[in-house]
């Protein structure tokens, strides 16, 4: 069965530093998300992304992020200096209509 | 802002047990979505309910989704320590708006 891939699954950074989350949605999927879950907390919305750009972002989404799909198959997530709130489990999801698949997340943890 | 919120917050039943978990909103959603997530990964989706009072069954899982479409419940019948997880219930708004989870319930069925 076909399925949205996340890597790294853990990473550790320090404060300030820029760090890169990289997703492989399923191939013929259209609609392209980012979720984050900080411990013990929902599952929260930062973006959306269709059509090579963004369709909706949350509040969280600040300019400390930025989303791209460099070559048509990676979708990553930038977070240009990190902050100590930053450390989440980040999920990348993907869609065709309304059903949604997860990819198993990279934790973050910022130091 | 739209907001789901889920009942209990934790349950721990024993194998056997039938049990019943909450999503209530004040917001209406064009569907609600049930996900179950283990440790470690990503939710992953149970059942899309569409239209008000509407049920669906998934083996020994029902969900039902209010008239109103405001809220839904889930019911397990018979419980099994393989239910054990965390079930998120996400709101669909209409037009583009993004999926807004739940913070869950985490349920430990034990043996």
């Known amino acids: 069965e076909p399925e949205v891939t996340q890597t790294p699954s853990h990473q550790v950074t320090q404060m300030g530093q820029e760090v890169i989350l990289r997703c492989v949605p399923i191939?013929?999927?259209?609609?392209f998300y980012w979720y984050r879950q900080i411990l013990g907390q929902k599952v929260e919305f930062l973006v959306s992304?269709?059509?090579?750009?963004?369709?909706?972002k949350s509040e969280i989404f600040d300019d400390q992020f930025s989303v791209e799909r460099p070559d048509g198959s990676n979708f990553t997530l930038k977070i240009r200096s990190t902050k100590l709130e930053d450390s989440a489990m980040y999920f990348c999801?993907?869609?065709?209509?309304?059903?949604?698949?997860f990819g198993s997340g990279t934790q973050l943890s910022v130091l | 802002t739209q907001l789901l919120e889920q009942s209990p917050q934790f349950l721990s039943i024993q194998e056997g047990e039938n049990l019943t978990v909450y999503c209530n909103s004040s917001?209406?959603?064009?569907?609600l979505q049930w996900y179950r997530q283990e440790p470690g990964e990503g939710p992953v989706l149970l059942v899309t309910?569409?239209?008000?009072?509407e049920v669906k069954k998934l083996k020994r899982l029902t969900f039902q989704f209010g008239d109103a479409r405001k809220d839904s419940s889930l019911h397990i019948t018979a419980a099994q320590p393989g239910d054990t997880g965390l079930y998120l219930c996400?709101?669909?708004?209409?037009?583009?708006?993004?999926?807004?989870f739940g913070k869950g319930t985490r349920l430990s069925v034990i043996a």
């Open positions: 191939s013929n999927h259209l609609y």
């Open positions: 917001s209406v959603f064009s569907s």
């Open positions: 992304f269709y059509n090579n750009e963004i369709s909706e």
């Open positions: 309910v569409v239209t008000g009072g």
């Open positions: 996400a709101g669909v708004g209409f037009g583009n708006t993004p999926l807004v």
């Open positions: 999801a993907s869609s065709s209509y309304e059903k949604l698949f």
